[in-house]
């Protein structure tokens, strides 16, 4: 029985650059994490130590700076696409690249009742993401969010659950329900318009977050995918990961008051995860490398 190198790949994580465009007096910013990966011919760094084919990782995340400065940034799954075919078209070995993209938002001080030209604050958490596989001459798109913070005060259900001797939980028909949503869709082709595309995505699963009334978080992040997958035709299916970030009824009968859903204890941990696949029945499963590091 013989030992090989096994799936691999290397790159510079999580650079870190925001990009000004100064071309009128109203500036805008980028501010992005990007992180680098590059898949190929690396057997011979890793048995002999050859680096022919290594590409140093300090070089790709040269090539980051200066593609922000040779062209505008643009979408950040414009931006992914133009890396990744860039190392894969120059770099001597390399047959694949991963690029990851995370987009922090910045909204524009309000002056006067109108936005500032130069000033800019981050509002919230959320960011934008982008993951771009390039494979030869094939490109795969897997676009989302994370971080992005919902509640409803109302609306929520949760009841006919086994019970046994541990269930300490009480069955509710009006509750908080909150999450921290992260989802990634996968694009069937890349002939999109990626910020509009993401834009109404976005919109239309914070809609059916909003208006379905939930009798479990499962129900919730099945019908945000089915909402978003039924209005764009472009996307082959939606991954969502919805932690339940728990509301637990405060007991305030120690001092006599009642408490119909008022007062709430927020608890950060532990928490329930719900996490799901909602997908076309007709398209082809992806491949897990689109999604994550290759399985070891």
């Not at 997908?279 to 499963?285: G, L, N, Y």
Request: charged residues 25%.
């Amino acid at each position: 029985m013989g030992i090989v190198m096994g799936p691999n790949q290397y790159g510079k994580a999580e650079v870190r650059i925001v990009s000004v465009n100064r071309d009128t007096p109203r500036h805008t910013i980028k501010d992005l994490n990007v992180s680098s990966s590059l898949r190929g011919d690396l057997d011979g760094a890793h048995l002999t130590g050859d680096n022919s084919n290594v590409l140093p990782t300090d070089t790709q995340k040269n090539t980051v700076y200066a593609f922000a400065k040779e062209a505008p940034i643009g979408e950040i799954e414009e931006f992914a696409l133009r890396l990744g075919r860039h190392f894969v078209g120059t770099a001597d070995g390399i047959t694949g690249a991963r690029i990851l993209i995370d987009e922090y938002s910045w909204e524009r001080i309000p002056v006067g009742g109108t936005g500032h030209d130069h000033s800019f604050a981050r509002s919230t958490d959320e960011k934008r993401t982008t993951a771009v596989t390039i494979d030869g001459d094939q490109a795969h798109v897997v676009s989302g969010l994370k971080d992005l913070i919902v509640l409803k005060s109302t609306g929520s259900e949760f009841w006919g659950y086994p019970k046994d001797k541990y269930t300490t939980l009480s069955e509710t028909n009006d509750r908080i329900l909150a999450t921290a949503v992260t989802a990634r869709w996968r694009y069937l082709h890349t002939d999109v318009d990626w910020g509009k595309s993401f834009e109404s995505i976005r919109a239309t699963m914070l809609e059916a977050f909003a208006t379905t009334h939930s009798l479990a978080l499962q129900q919730s992040l099945y019908e945000m995918g089915k909402a978003a997958m039924e209005k764009h035709p472009e996307v082959a299916e939606v991954r969502l990961s919805l932690p339940n970030k728990h509301h637990f009824l405060v007991d305030l009968e120690y001092c006599g008051l009642e408490n119909n859903n008022e007062v709430f204890f927020a608890a950060d941990r532990p928490y329930g995860l719900i996490e799901g696949v909602v997908k076309r029945d007709d398209v082809e499963e992806a491949p897990q490398a689109w999604y994550s590091l290759p399985q070891f």
